[in-house]
């Protein structure tokens, strides 16, 4: 397993902004599938934004148009921009590594620790 450290999370009003970032070592970014979920109390885990090996991105609905997901492969970094935040984005962010099958997949080799992100109306 990787080890996953997520960062970025925190309280915004909607319409705001927030990056998240996810960073590891001893692992390659460009090789593998990777993305990020999402899981509200009382609800399951969904996934986010995924991105695999050659930069092809895949998000759900709900997100497409105000999150972006991006890596800078140099650093080993993986970067969530979510833009227009509203209140049903609040939830537990996790950063996931070896997702499958990629791009579309809930199952992945490694999970980081969650970060908080909260939308106030």
């Known amino acids: 397993q990787v080890h996953l450290v997520e960062s970025g999370g925190g309280s915004v009003q909607t319409g705001g902004s927030l990056r998240l970032s996810c960073s590891a070592s001893g692992y390659t970014y460009s090789k593998n599938c990777m993305g990020w979920f999402r899981q509200a109390p009382g609800t399951e885990r969904e996934g986010v934004a995924t991105?695999?090996?050659?930069?092809?991105?895949n998000y759900t609905d709900s997100v497409k148009g105000r999150f972006t997901i991006s890596k800078d492969t140099a650093r080993n970094i993986l970067y969530l921009q979510m833009n227009s935040l509203k209140p049903d984005d609040t939830a537990t962010y996790y950063c996931?590594?070896?997702?499958?099958?990629?791009?579309?997949?809930?199952?992945?080799?490694?999970w980081g620790q969650g970060t908080q992100v909260t939308v106030s109306s």
């Open positions: 991105v695999d090996a050659d930069g092809n991105t």
């Open positions: 996931a590594a070896d997702i499958y099958p990629c791009l579309t997949g809930v199952q992945a080799g490694s």
